[in-house]
């Protein structure tokens, strides 16, 4: 069994800064791509941004040059640091990653979400 267990999120001001941090833990053999997708109220879920095994990395327009992802590998985390945050950057926020089991069964796992609310 594998599970993701995401932290980090919570209440800030518009401009400011948050990171959410993701954990993978269970009966990994590998993980692939790992990444961060988001949902608002009343709007479908939508990519944020992923990166690879190997650290190349790719962003959503809309957060790109403001979100930051990473990963530890010898860790199984992956983090999203958030700057510059806007009132639309408002959503639960998932952590979703490609994880191939110990009985080499590969499948696409996701986190419980986390919520992200940016207001003054």
């Known amino acids: 069994q594998v599970q993701l267990v995401e932290s980090g999120g919570g209440l800030v001001q518009p401009g400011g800064s948050l990171r959410l941090s993701c954990a993978a833990s269970g009966s990994i053999f590998r993980i692939d791509n790992m990444g961060w997708y988001r949902q608002a109220p009343g709007k479908q879920r939508e990519y944020v941004a992923h990166i690879t095994s190997g650290g190349s990395t790719n962003y959503a327009s809309s957060v790109k040059g403001r979100f930051t992802i990473s990963r530890d590998n010898a860790k199984n985390t992956v983090d999203l640091q958030m700057n510059s945050l806007k009132p639309e950057d408002t959503a639960v926020y998932y952590c979703?990653?490609?994880?191939?089991?110990?009985?080499?069964?590969?499948?696409?796992?996701w986190g419980q979400g986390t919520q992200v609310t940016v207001s003054s």
């Open positions: 979703q990653a490609h994880i191939t089991t110990i009985n080499y069964l590969g499948d696409n796992y």
